[in-house]
């Protein structure tokens, strides 16, 4: 690791960027629509790690061998965070994982209602897709803006974060095999955090040879993360979380601890974790930032 490179500060100016941006999205007026327009603001604005568009930009930055401003990969940044907001509004309501606290604050239904949650939710999802399709400045040619289209889609769609949380849903409290395990966290999670390292590369048109490392790279953080997430959710603070600790296993959650056991799952998180270091070696000196997020995720504390 470069010893002049803070992750902190690069994690803060990251998030500064995407919040300013995230900000400027949302319409505050007083229109019939304005208390819908709340939700939204109200989830979105919440205080996330922003984690899967620091990604994207992290990863254009490390394979970005053209002349292209970091301005080409921000609005498609900005709508993997939209994604996963819409995300965590339904995944909090009563009929999914039916959770009253999000970010330390009540979730986006208790606040507004099941109605406005799933429209902000809606709302949220349809906005990322007008933000991946339209640009006031023209960076990158439609082309790679279409298969960046297609990249988020496939991520967060049938094809992945959305069959992850059906399996996770359909599966709960049933007895289910590593198999079965991965299928869920590859998808429910790692699925939209690995389109958010591959979509920084193709907008960056980086070379074959970087695609795959940023493709395996984000495969190995992806299920990491979620690892991450099944051993906080059991050892974690709740008040540095900002939600309540052992849901998981109070609603038979398939997870890495609950089918391998805790001191495996601590085991795995950190071989995936190193792998993902190893998998973008070839990147050199452009992919300090991306390693230095491998770390953090392995001993991330929310």
Request: net charge negative.
């Given at each position: 690791?470069?010893?002049?490179?803070?992750?902190?500060?690069?994690?803060?100016?990251?998030?500064h960027?995407?919040?300013?941006?995230?900000?400027?999205?949302?319409?505050?007026?007083?229109?019939?629509?304005?208390?819908?327009?709340?939700?939204?603001?109200?989830?979105?604005?919440?205080?996330?790690?922003?984690?899967?568009?620091?990604?994207?930009?992290?990863?254009?930055?490390?394979s970005?061998?053209?002349?292209?401003?970091?301005?080409?990969?921000?609005?498609?940044?900005?709508?993997l965070?939209?994604?996963?907001?819409?995300?965590?509004?339904?995944?909090?309501?009563?009929?999914?994982?039916?959770?009253?606290?999000?970010r330390?604050?009540?979730?986006?239904?208790k606040?507004?209602?099941?109605?406005?949650?799933?429209?902000a939710g809606?709302g949220?999802?349809?906005?990322?897709?007008?933000?991946?399709?339209?640009?006031?400045?023209?960076?990158?040619?439609?082309?790679?803006?279409?298969?960046?289209?297609?990249?988020?889609?496939?991520?967060?769609?049938?094809?992945?974060?959305?069959?992850?949380?059906?399996?996770?849903?359909?599966?709960?409290?049933?007895?289910?095999?590593?198999?079965?395990?991965?299928?869920?966290?590859?998808?429910?999670?790692?699925?939209?955090?690995?389109?958010?390292?591959?979509l920084?590369?193709?907008?960056?048109?980086?070379?074959?040879?970087?695609?795959?490392?940023?493709?395996?790279?984000?495969?190995?953080?992806?299920?990491?993360?979620?690892?991450?997430?099944?051993?906080?959710?059991?050892?974690?603070?709740?008040?540095t979380?900002?939600?309540?600790?052992?849901?998981?296993e109070?609603?038979?959650?398939?997870?890495?601890?609950?089918?391998?056991?805790?001191?495996?799952?601590?085991?795995?998180?950190?071989?995936?974790?190193?792998?993902?270091?190893?998998?973008?070696?070839?990147?050199?000196?452009?992919?300090?930032?991306?390693?230095?997020?491998?770390?953090?995720?392995?001993?991330?504390?929310?």
């Amino acid at each position: 690791m470069n010893d002049h490179f803070s992750l902190k500060s690069y994690l803060e100016a990251r998030q500064h960027l995407i919040n300013t941006h995230l900000a400027q999205l949302i319409p505050q007026d007083s229109s019939p629509a304005a208390h819908l327009f709340k939700a939204i603001r109200y989830s979105l604005m919440a205080g996330g790690k922003r984690i899967r568009p620091i990604l994207t930009l992290a990863a254009f930055e490390a394979s970005n061998s053209t002349d292209l401003p970091l301005e080409a990969a921000i609005p498609f940044a900005c709508a993997l965070e939209c994604i996963h907001t819409y995300s965590l509004i339904h995944d909090d309501l009563p009929a999914m994982d039916d959770d009253d606290l999000r970010r330390g604050m009540p979730t986006c239904h208790k606040v507004f209602g099941e109605a406005l949650a799933i429209l902000a939710g809606d709302g949220l999802l349809t906005l990322a897709f007008e933000l991946c399709s339209f640009h006031e400045k023209t960076y990158i040619a439609p082309e790679t803006q279409l298969k960046a289209i297609n990249l988020i889609a496939q991520a967060a769609g049938i094809r992945g974060m959305v069959a992850g949380q059906a399996a996770d849903i359909q599966l709960e409290g049933k007895d289910i095999s590593p198999q079965e395990l991965d299928y869920i966290h590859t998808h429910k999670t790692g699925a939209l955090l690995k389109a958010s390292v591959v979509l920084g590369g193709l907008i960056a048109h980086a070379d074959a040879s970087a695609m795959q490392a940023l493709a395996d790279y984000g495969s190995h953080i992806g299920l990491a993360f979620q690892i991450r997430d099944d051993i906080l959710d059991i050892e974690g603070d709740e008040k540095t979380m900002g939600k309540t600790r052992g849901s998981d296993e109070r609603k038979k959650k398939a997870t890495y601890p609950a089918v391998h056991t805790l001191e495996i799952a601590k085991y795995k998180m950190q071989e995936l974790c190193k792998q993902a270091i190893e998998d973008i070696a070839i990147l050199g000196h452009g992919a300090i930032p991306l390693k230095a997020i491998a770390e953090y995720i392995a001993k991330r504390d929310r």
